[in-house]
Nanobody, 123 residues
Framework: QVQLVESGGKLVQAGGSLRLSCAAS????????MAWFRQAPGKEREIVAA????????DISNFVKGRFTIARDNAKSTVSLQMNSLKPEDTAVYYC????????????????WGQGTQVTVSS
């Protein structure tokens, strides 16, 4: 089992930046791809960004491309999401996810989930 704990979410003004972090614990040696998803009220959970096991491959969703960056540090068992030029439509609960296999973008393909961290962007 792998446990994931997100941090860093808060209220920020439009145009600002935030850095979300996710700390993994447990059997992290088997962790493959990791990702950030988000879910806004009344909407389905959607992928924001994903990163392969050793960080060689990343996949950034079009709606945040050029603004958000995903990175991981396997030595510290962490994955981060740097969010710049935030917009009100980025407001959502952001979830960290991990899986035992390779890259994936569908929520159903991920094995482990954090509890989420709230990001609110005011206009």
């Amino acid at each position: 089992q792998v446990q994931l704990v997100e941090s860093g979410g808060k209220l920020v003004q439009a145009g600002g930046s935030l850095r979300l972090s996710c700390a993994a614990s447990g059997r992290t040696s088997s962790t493959g791809a990791m990702a950030w998803f988000r879910q806004a009220p009344g909407k389905e959970r959607e992928i924001v960004a994903a990163i392969s096991r050793y960080g060689y491959t990343t996949d950034i969703s079009n709606f945040v491309k050029g603004r958000f960056t995903i990175a991981r540090d396997n030595a510290k068992s962490t994955v981060s999401l740097q969010m710049n030029s935030l917009k009100p439509e980025d407001t959502a609960v952001y979830y960290c996810a991990a899986r035992n296999g390779g890259m994936a973008v569908l929520a159903g393909e991920f094995d482990y989930w954090g509890q989420g961290t709230q990001v609110t962007v005011s206009s």
